[in-house]
């Protein structure tokens, strides 16, 4: 046998290292020989083997359902694809959550919507142009949404 120089390059006979799995993989099905199909126990095993075969499909098809996305959700991520900065987007979501809970059909007296605007312009936008109002309102007053979120905890409005 030649010595091994180089382990990366040297190519390993792939017969010689072949492995049978088909008995593994078989070893829990019941066979066709006839000694088998006499014993009783094998029709028990057939009844085990399809009942976990059909649990693990079965769970199989629980994990895949595609999660649905909430209106909520999809007005915080336009949220923050307005804000790319983090902390600015947590505070903004911060004041949006405490003013109408991300409904933008919520009513407080003479207030409405996302950011809770006074303006009948303003409950007639749709959500996202809620959001932009918003965002420019408190850019406009206090200078970033950070600014507006420390306002709003001293205050309790914004």
């Known amino acids: 046998m030649n010595a091994v120089h180089n382990l990366w390059t040297t190519r390993r006979d792939s017969v010689a290292f072949s492995v049978d799995n088909s008995k593994c993989l078989t070893a829990l099905l019941p066979s ?3 000694s088998e199909r006499v014993c009783a126990c094998s029709s028990l095993r057939r009844v085990a083997v399809v009942g976990v075969l059909c649990l693990f499909i079965g769970s199989l098809s629980l994990q895949m359902q595609p999660a649905q996305a909430t209106d ?3 007005y915080r991520l336009y949220a923050h694809s307005r804000i790319i900065n983090y902390e600015q987007y947590i ?3 911060k004041i949006i959550h405490k003013e109408s809970r991300w409904n933008p059909k919520a009513v407080n007296g003479s207030h409405f919507g996302l950011g809770q605007m006074r303006s009948q ?11 932009d109002a918003t965002i420019k309102y408190a850019k406009h007053r206090y200078g970033s949404m950070c600014n507006a979120w420390r306002f709003h905890e001293r205050r309790g409005y914004f």
């Open 32 to 34: 066709s020989s006839a």
């Open 91 to 93: 505070c903004l979501s």
């Open 72 to 74: 909520t959700d999809q």
């Open 121 to 131: 312009h303003y409950r007639n936008l749709d959500p996202y142009r809620q959001i």
